[in-house]
């Protein structure tokens, strides 16, 4: 109890969610579901929309010397436009349910990225979608769920699309 006189400090730090996503439906579909399911609690915390980019493989292009760094140039313009107008239409979406959302796009393995960002951007809640791949693809592709629930510093959450 607080003594008559001495004010007691409230915290007025929003909490940071993050929504990661990418161009498959899972991805808009755990937008979606984090929209309407807890978008009571998102309205009042900061939302990060967030989309990593896959470092373009341009191994094949050096053997080749012409035009090589133009094209590279051009291919990795292309990419990050494509992560841009990705982030732009999750944040139209966000908008439609009367949120205001931050997007960051980074280059980077998705599941690596997406925890240095969880870590480098102070989030709080980490929402990401799962592709539903079975056992098998999982061990050979990798599952970024999956590598997000062992590795990220903050809490997991895991929106399956239901068949």
């Keep these: 109890m607080a003594e008559e006189g001495v004010e007691v400090a409230t915290s007025m730090v929003k909490t940071k969610v993050m929504v990661a996503i990418d161009d498959s439906e899972y991805g808009q579909h755990a937008l979606k579901w984090a929209l309407k399911t807890l978008g009571s609690t998102i309205v009042d915390s900061e939302l990060v929309i967030y989309t990593a980019r896959p470092p373009v493989d341009i191994g094949y292009l050096y053997a080749s010397s012409w035009g090589t760094a133009e094209l590279?140039?051009?291919?990795?313009?292309?990419?990050?436009?494509?992560?841009?107008?990705?982030?732009n239409k999750a944040k139209a979406i966000c908008t439609d349910y009367g949120i205001t959302a931050e997007?960051?796009?980074?280059?980077?393995?998705?599941?690596?990225?997406?925890?240095?960002?969880?870590?480098?951007?102070?989030?709080?809640?980490?929402?990401?979608?799962?592709?539903?791949?079975?056992?098998?693809?999982?061990?050979?592709l990798g599952s970024v769920s999956n590598y997000c629930v062992n590795h990220a510093k903050c809490p997991v959450l895991v929106v399956k699309k239901a068949d």
Excluded: M
């Design 72 to 87: 590279i140039k051009e291919i990795k313009e292309s990419e990050k436009k494509a992560a841009l107008d990705l982030l």
């Design 103 to 140: 997007g960051v796009t980074e280059v980077g393995d998705p599941k690596v990225a997406i925890c240095n960002a969880v870590e480098k951007l102070n989030i709080q809640l980490l929402v990401v979608g799962s592709h539903g791949r079975g056992a098998v693809t999982r061990t050979f």
